[in-house]
């Protein structure tokens, strides 16, 4: 089952992660595609969003997040390729970014 409404766009995803961390909205938002996802950076890595829902988040591509050392990184939750994926971003970023924080909708 699918927590996410269908008729919410990525835009509307981001805005509300912006909202409940307490994250100025006027603050600049960069779309980008990394492995063919779109994927948004605000204000320079403070967060680092990907909505993709489709199960195309691998490891390869998280360790492309990291690279950036971003302050938040946020995913849904159906992205992710499997659970294993699911269950090693966590240490993904812990060895390769470990200030970031991790939060999955």
């Given amino acids: 089952m699918d927590n996410i409404r269908a008729d919410r766009s990525d835009e509307d ?3 509300q992660i912006l909202l409940d961390w307490g994250v ?3 603050l ?3 779309e980008k595609t990394i492995d063919e996802k779109t994927v948004f950076t605000v204000a ?3 967060i680092v969003a990907c909505f993709d829902r489709q199960g195309g988040i691998t490891e390869d591509f998280i360790k492309q997040l990291t690279t950036s050392q971003t302050k938040r990184v946020v ?3 159906k992205g992710f390729a499997d659970d294993s994926v699911k269950i090693n971003v966590e240490q993904v970023f ?3 970014s ?3 924080e991790i939060k999955t909708i």
């Fill in 98 to 100: 470990p200030h970031t």
């Fill in 24 to 26: 100025d909205l006027t």
């Fill in 94 to 96: 812990k060895s390769l």
């Fill in 44 to 46: 320079d890595n403070e």
């Fill in 28 to 30: 600049p938002i960069v």
């Fill in 13 to 15: 995803l981001l805005f």
């Fill in 75 to 77: 995913f849904c939750d």
